[in-house]
């Protein structure tokens, strides 16, 4: 079994910044490709930034220059850091992990942590 555990959301400024973290535990053979994806209301889940087992990244446009994805390998982590955050960043954030365990390659997906940016 595996879990995702993800926290850092809130309500900010717009102008403010905000880090999210994302932990897997339990059978984790090793993490390939981890990302942030959010999902406004009303609107469909799209993705914000993604960083592979290599440390290549890519970002949707929206996003570019302002928000960093990284990763900590020995703590099976994921992070996005969130700077000059605007109200149209405002959404539920979902981080997915493409995860070995004992069996073949899985996404995982967190709870979910909502983010609100206020103008």
């Known amino acids: 079994q595996v879990q995702l555990v993800e926290s850092g959301g809130g309500l900010v400024q717009a102008g403010g910044s905000l880090r999210l973290s994302c932990a897997a535990s339990g059978r984790i053979f090793t993490i390939r490709t981890m990302g942030w994806y959010r999902q406004a209301p009303g609107k469909q889940r799209e993705l914000v930034a993604r960083i592979t087992s290599g440390d290549s990244t890519n970002y949707a446009e929206s996003v570019k220059g302002r928000f960093t994805i990284s990763r900590d390998n020995a703590r099976n982590t994921v992070y996005l850091q969130m700077n000059s955050l605007k109200p149209e960043d405002t959404a539920v954030y979902y981080c997915?992990?493409?995860?070995?365990?004992?069996?073949?390659?899985?996404?995982?997906w967190g709870q979910g942590t909502r983010v609100t940016v206020s103008s």
């Open positions: 997915n992990l493409q995860i070995y365990t004992l069996g073949p390659l899985n996404d995982y």
